[in-house]
């Protein structure tokens, strides 16, 4: 089983609007860490926003929201008021720990998102 | 300034030399670890380690070897390049705690042909 999945392959939103690109998880691991990066055409990976499993409040990064449902093992990342360097790929990833003091995170295939003017 | 470099950034090589790519940090961190990204693929990891002399294999880490003997460098070998290790290859490096950002280098493009 995959333990990052992204559904959404591509996605377009109108500038201006407000986008929500899914993640969801699977883990075992009692603390772990969910990331958000972007990837622009340029190839560069951008970190957005980072949640941890115990954190109770969701986490914000200016406009940027991480929505997390840790019942349903979700990991949403909202972005509002969508601007046209939005359009990137969308990377959601899981930190998860792996062996005595060690970790490794997981990567999901990633979300195309492309805004319209 | 705090960055993760890496070199080189673009390489064509043929199959069966030998190749190191290098990755060095400036943070202090004790964490770094090695990605390959592939289309549809998103970014598997290589191989990582928590800090100098130890490191562990990562999703696929056939046909990789790495080092760490400081602590700044993490140098990615292939001894022997096949074609279907052409793909784009990141650094990263974080705090042992693992918490908040992974600070990427940025890539490096590798063909073997």
């Known amino acids: 089983a995959q333990k990052i999945t992204q559904t959404q392959p591509g996605m377009f939103v109108q500038e201006k609007e407000a986008v929500t690109l899914d993640c969801t998880y699977d883990?075992?691991?009692?603390?772990?860490?969910l990331f958000w990066y972007k990837q622009p055409s340029s190839g560069e990976m951008i970190f957005l926003i980072y949640?941890?499993?115990?954190?109770?409040q969701n986490a914000t990064e200016g406009r940027y929201s991480l929505n997390f449902q840790k019942a349903r093992k979700s990991a949403n990342l909202v972005i509002s008021a969508s601007q046209l360097g939005d359009s990137a790929m969308y990377f959601c990833?899981?930190?998860?720990?792996?062996?005595?003091?060690?970790?490794?995170?997981?990567f999901g295939k990633g979300t195309k998102l492309s805004v319209i003017p | 300034e705090a960055q993760v470099t890496q070199n080189p950034r673009y390489l064509i090589t043929v199959t069966g030399k030998k190749l190191t790519v290098t990755c060095s940090q400036n943070?202090?961190?004790?964490?770094m670890s090695w990605y390959r990204q592939d289309p549809g693929l998103g970014l598997r990891q290589i191989y990582y380690?928590?800090?100098?002399?130890?490191?562990d294999k990562g999703d696929v880490p056939e046909g990789y070897k790495v080092s760490r003997k400081e602590k700044r460098n993490f140098p990615l070998i292939l001894e022997s390049p096949s074609p279907n290790q052409t793909s784009l290859y990141f650094c990263?490096?974080?705090?042992?705690?693992?918490?908040?950002?992974?600070?990427f280098g940025p890539g490096t493009r590798l063909t073997v042909t």
């Open positions: 380690s928590m800090n100098v002399e130890v490191t």
């Open positions: 990833a899981m930190r998860e720990t792996s062996g005595a003091g060690s970790y490794q995170l997981t």
């Open positions: 943070m202090n961190h004790e964490y």
């Open positions: 990263a490096s974080s705090y042992a705690t693992g918490i908040g950002e992974q600070y």
């Open positions: 883990t075992s691991d009692q603390s772990y860490g």
């Open positions: 949640q941890g499993s115990y954190d109770e």
